[in-house]
């Protein structure tokens, strides 16, 4: 229970502290790059303590089978993390690019607003797809 506790605690902490560090730190030049920094600092940080509090334990040649049972288990949940995280990190780089695109093409031609919700929507669905196969993987 205390494991579960400190991991929740670890997780808001990298969360919150990257958008204070950027919100202080808007004032200056390279603001961002420093939050961006911080942020996958705290990120790999709690996944690093995440593994060393998730898969502890002594493992035996006795208890091998159990080991390993609990070990794919834990493995499940890095690969479903990884593939929404992933797909959501891929999708926002190809929102930002799609829906730019289709703001200057607006800008110049209304009637295509369409075609451009369209584009903006496919890039938007990588992260349904990642959400969807860590479903699968948890299933």
Known sequence: ???????????????????GGFLLSKRKEGGFKAALLCNIFFFFGTVLVADILLF????????????????VEGWRYIAAALSTGLSCIGAGIAVASAASAAL???SEDSSIMGKALIFVALAESIALY?????FSILG
Not at 1 to 19: R, Y
Not at 56 to 71: F, I, L
Request: glycine share 10%; net charge neutral; with cysteine.
């Open 1 to 19: 229970m205390a494991t579960k506790i400190l991991l929740v605690v670890i997780l808001l902490c990298s969360m919150i502290i990257p958008v």
């Open 56 to 71: 502890r334990g002594d493992v035996h040649a006795a208890e091998a089978a159990a080991g390993a049972a609990a070990n």
């Open 104 to 106: 200057g093409a607006l």
């Open 130 to 134: 990642g959400l969807l196969i860590s």
